[in-house]
């Protein structure tokens, strides 16, 4: 695709999804000045709230935009031993916030750091972490493992009620994709939280692959951060979605 091509898209695919709020937000606030008196309470209150998701959901949308924008001009990665561990209960904690009905059972089996930049693989957690929420079945527990691979350490982010079909998991990772899904018909979100991820872990050498099963009612995100840096990692790992994981010598 030519860049001058992918850029009008960008800018298309963005008006549209910035348009798509505001569009709400002005028909709902003109809705209640033009009918003040004849609206009830609950009326009211129903519209502001609506007024309200859209408002985060536009201020989700920007600060995502700032994102791709920041991590195309700042290549720099600052890669720093990180505790693992910590650094998802953080993850988790920030997550809650929007989720009190969530749970997260976080299981760890790996004392050893991993080497990456601790803002942005916080970022990349955040965005997995909160899919999960948002996409499984309402009060399911979020199951969240981290253990050692080789060169690497896996965090597993498990989620149940919600499955994504193997053909979509390669476009899941595109800018502003969205899966035509009853899923996501009924949570917001502008398509980017993924496509951001992928990018921030690629730049710290690890990478994400996703296992999802039908039957057993599951998606599972995984993430592989390397333990070390890149000059000294003897293996990569092969990724291919819902195959068996292949770690293989450089
Ligand atoms: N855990 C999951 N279970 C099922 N579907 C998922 C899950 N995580 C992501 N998806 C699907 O992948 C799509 C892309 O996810 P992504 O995080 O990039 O965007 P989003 O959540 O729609 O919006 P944003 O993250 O920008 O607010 C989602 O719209 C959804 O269809
Ligand atoms: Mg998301």
Known sequence: MQPDKTKDEFISTLSHEIRTPLTSIKGFSKTMLDNWDKLDDAS??????????????????VENVLSIAKTARETEIILKEINLSKLIKNVCDIVKINYKNKDFKIISSTMINSMADKDRLEQVFVNIVENACK????????????????????????????????????????????IDNYLTSTAQGSGLGLYIAKMLIEKMNGNIKVNSSKEEDFTEFLVYIPVMEPERMTQKVKIQANKPREVTDV
């Open 44 to 61: 009211k209150k129903k519209f502001l709230n609506i007024i309200l998701e859209q408002s985060d959901r536009l201020i989700n949308l």
């Open 135 to 178: 996409y499984s079945s309402k009060d399911s527990d979020i199951e969240i493992r981290i253990e050692n691979k080789c060169d690497f350490n896996v965090v597993s982010i498990k989620n149940f009620g919600s499955y994504i079909e193997e053909k979509e998991i390669e476009h899941i990772f595109e800018k502003f994709y969205r």
